[in-house]
């Protein structure tokens, strides 16, 4: 394995350049991480702006603060009630679908 040597990015949240350094690259590579796309302060920044990270306050449902696009839904008939409701995966027929409130009302579905 060749032996890393610091490199330059480009911030995408502000645009300026920093320094990812090999004994960085070495951390994200034993962890899995992908390669930093923004700054530190920015990264800081979005943490913050997100309740802190792991193990902070989060805000729930539809993408909690996250920079992605809202869950795709589907239309579905719930196999219990019969109303109308939408789960966020593409039901194929294979198995039956329930409403949030049938669902969290049964625990024996399977």
Request: net charge positive; proline share 5%; with cysteine.
């Amino acid at each position: 394995m060749a032996m890393a040597t610091d490199r330059q990015i480009t911030c995408t949240a502000c645009g300026t350049e920093f320094t990812f350094t090999a004994e960085e690259q070495e951390f994200y590579e034993s962890k899995g991480f992908q390669d930093p796309r923004k700054c530190k302060p920015c990264r800081d920044y979005a943490k913050q702006s997100r309740g802190g990270g792991y193990g902070g306050k989060r805000s729930g449902g539809g993408g909690g603060g996250y920079d992605r696009a809202p869950r795709q839904l589907y239309d579905a008939v719930c196999s219990s009630c019969g109303v109308q409701t939408q789960v966020p995966f593409q039901p194929n027929g294979s198995k039956p679908v329930y409403c949030r409130e049938c669902y969290q009302n049964s625990s024996s579905f399977y």
